[in-house]
């Protein structure tokens, strides 16, 4: 299979409707798109089933369905397989490609389904006493690997199952505490671990499981982005190594994730494979032969934004060797391509996040799409397909065929045929240590040329991370361009995609070459995009965009007529002590609060609120336990005391995202209206 060509013409500059679209795109627009997912091809390549989910707005909450696509057809369409009022996803085909399996709550409670595809109904694979919350079908077919939620020192799943049941009856509500994590994300702990589970299928459903962990204390497939990658069956269905880390009271400022091998049916402790690695180690996939264990695996300890580099280990020998040490990126996610010769691979690239392939023999690295974010991916004999998103469009199903994108989906065209997008386009200029820095501009859905518009400048989160060519269902840049506004968001130094060393440049360093890049950057797009008015501005933020936001107020108070604070933190010695991944702000701020205050007071909001004037917006979820509920409290009675025109929105069942779809939309009628009070009248 040639993979060599270059994907271009996929992710457009402008919206694929007609100029003459009648409005721009709407909040109510946004929340109500069908988004498509989970790609997964059939063993023989011929076949992609993957997920839609739709909104159902009495319901509040979005639904997940199966859909699949005969490759083979002369016009591939796609066809609904699920229609369930419970949702059905995380898809994954039997080995011979006759059935799906997939995980739904349709029963009560989260349970592996079987669906037959050449007709029936779905039959219920598993009816375990607990919710099962991922899963993998052993290659042969005669087991699953499944995560469950238990009492570690539960003898069986029965004892779980009766310790719930007791808890729900208990009137008293206190939780008693003697090791961190006392919370994390957005749940307090519980005393249950994410443990690894084999169940047999000799008959189904299934209601028996063997423990795969042994006496690993550790969460398998934690919050908020574990997910069954951590875990894999090798080729001949004998063995599963997965992902997890073993820290005990070190728990919460640990990121030593070690990779542990076991016997698929159970009955021997499992075998750390890579002791020899402090930090992270995840997402193990063997080739196709079984020879060699592929991983990803970062080097410093206590760095979760750390490169992931490719490591290839011999599963005869132990040996190892990282894969493309000099292609300065950190993958995201991979496959191994059919043949073994060669790995797929997604990760951030200059404000766009491709797929690329990783030559096995060589470590040669080439680029197989262009413009646009690759989400997710998938690889059978001789077809690939992955789910691409960008700045105009959500995810769409794509093939390669001769080095050349074939859409297969047209997800929301119709419900989105009268809009019209805003045009975008990418940027460079000098910023910080004379660096180059990339950013994005878009204009207004109704743009006309010589006209001037208010400007949204957002200012992304992470802060490891980029605001670039992707689509986003909580912080689009459309949604601001369909009220009128032209956007701004830059990728300062701190971003990813653009080497490591670019990455690593903010720890320490919050609120300097940031800020300076953010100042250089908004004013480098008003002298070459004369369309915007960066006098009347708004600058937003959500987690370390929140940061920003308050260490704009004190720092650059005169950029901006109003700014809108998500999440944001306030104050960094309260942050320090109260956050959950301690790792986080040990790690960004050189250690713990007592052993060096100077690192968190440097670049700390809490001491700049003399200088603050410019009427703000803070918003909160009550359930975010990575930027706790306090600092948004500060914020506000600081702006309330200081007498700025101020208002708070808090959501006492949102985390750090805002997701319920109501809550969506009161969100961005919110801040749009702020923007309207500042910018427009």
């Not at 011929?46 to 159902?56: C, G, H, K, L, P």
């Not at 470590?363 to 960008?390: C, I």
């Not at 008003?526 to 940061?547: F, I, M, V």
């Not at 702020?674 to 427009?680: A, E, G, S, T």
Request: charged share 20%.
């Amino acid at each position: 299979m040639t993979l060599r060509l270059l994907v271009t013409g996929v992710a457009l500059a402008t919206a694929t409707s007609a100029f003459a679209a009648p409005r721009g795109l709407t909040i109510e627009d946004l929340a109500s798109m069908d988004r498509v997912a989970s790609p997964v091809l059939s063993p023989d390549g011929t076949r992609v089933v993957y997920t839609v989910r739709s909104t159902n707005m009495e319901k509040n909450r979005g639904i997940t369905q199966l859909w699949m696509i005969d490759l083979r057809a002369a016009k591939p369409a796609p066809q609904q397989l699920t229609s369930h009022d419970s949702s059905s996803f995380d898809p994954e085909w039997s080995a011979s490609g006759d059935a799906i399996y997939f995980l739904s709550g349709r029963s009560g409670s989260s349970q592996v389904w079987r669906l037959p595809i050449g007709g029936g109904e779905a039959v219920k694979v598993t009816n375990l006493p607990l919710d099962v919350d991922s899963f993998h079908v052993s290659p042969k077919g005669d087991r699953l690997a499944v995560t469950l939620a238990v009492f570690r020192d539960c003898a069986d799943l029965a004892c779980t199952q009766k310790r719930n049941d007791a808890k729900a009856k208990d009137k008293a509500t206190g939780k008693l505490y003697d090791q961190l994590f006392v919370r994390h994300w957005d749940t307090w702990a519980d005393g249950k671990r994410n443990v690894l589970y084999s169940v047999p299928l000799g008959t189904m459903p299934a209601t028996t499981a063997v423990s795969l962990s042994g006496a690993l204390d550790g969460d398998i497939t934690s919050k908020p982005f574990g997910d069954r990658g951590e875990y894999t069956f090798s080729p001949d269905g004998q063995r599963i190594v997965f992902s997890v880390r073993v820290a005990g009271k070190s728990e919460s400022w640990s990121t030593n994730f070690d990779l542990y091998d076991v016997p698929a049916a159970g009955g021997t402790a499992p075998r750390n494979l890579t002791a020899d690695n402090p930090a992270w180690d995840t997402k193990p996939q063997f080739s196709p032969d079984g020879k060699t264990l592929a991983y990803l695996a970062m080097k410093r300890p206590g760095f979760e934004a750390d490169r992931y580099h490719m490591i290839l280990q011999d599963v005869a020998t132990g040996k190892k060797r990282v894969l493309a040490e000099s292609w300065d990126r950190s993958i995201a996610d991979y496959r191994w391509r059919p043949d073994g010769k060669a790995l797929l691979a997604n990760a951030d690239d200059i404000g766009n996040h491709k797929l690329f392939s990783l030559d096995v023999a060589s470590g040669k690295v080439t680029a197989l799409t262009d413009k646009g974010y690759v989400a997710e991916f998938d690889a059978k004999r001789d077809t690939v397909v992955y789910a691409q998103n960008s700045l105009a469009d959500g995810a769409q199903l794509y093939k390669l065929a001769g080095g050349k994108a074939v859409q297969l989906t047209q997800a929301n065209r119709e419900r989105l045929a009268d809009v019209k997008m805003g045009e975008y386009e990418q940027f460079s200029f000098t910023g910080a240590n004379g660096e180059t820095v990339y950013g994005h501009v878009m204009k207004p859905w109704n743009a006309v040329p010589g006209q001037k518009y208010p400007v949204a400048f957002l200012v992304h989160g992470g802060p490891q991370g980029s605001f670039g060519n992707s689509w986003s269902y909580r912080w689009n840049p459309q949604v601001y361009a369909g009220a009128g506004y032209a956007t701004v968001f830059i990728d300062f130094h701190g971003s990813t995609g653009y080497g490591q060393a670019f990455t690593d440049s903010i720890s320490g360093d919050w609120g300097g070459k940031p800020l300076e890049d953010l100042k250089k950057g908004l004013a480098a797009a008003g002298q070459k995009y004369p369309w915007l008015d960066t006098s009347n501005a708004c600058a937003l933020g959500a987690s370390y965009g929140g940061y920003m936001m308050n260490w704009i107020q004190g720092n650059w108070s005169d950029g901006f007529k109003c700014i809108v604070n998500h999440d944001g933190v306030f104050d960094q010695r309260g942050m320090g002590y109260s956050t959950e991944e301690l790792w986080f702000t040990e790690w960004e701020n050189g250690g713990t609060y007592y052993a060096n205050p100077e690192g968190y007071e440097k670049f700390n909001p809490v001491h700049h609120v003399t200088k603050w004037k410019t009427p703000m917006l803070v918003i909160q979820g009550d359930l975010d336990f990575r930027i706790p509920t306090a600092q948004a409290l500060g914020a506000f009675t600081a702006l309330q005391r200081r007498g700025i025109e101020s208002k708070l929105l808090v959501f006492p069942d949102e985390n750090h995202w805002v997701l319920k779809p109501a809550n969506s939309i009161l969100w961005h009628h919110t801040v749009i209206g702020w923007l309207d009070d500042h910018l427009k009248k």
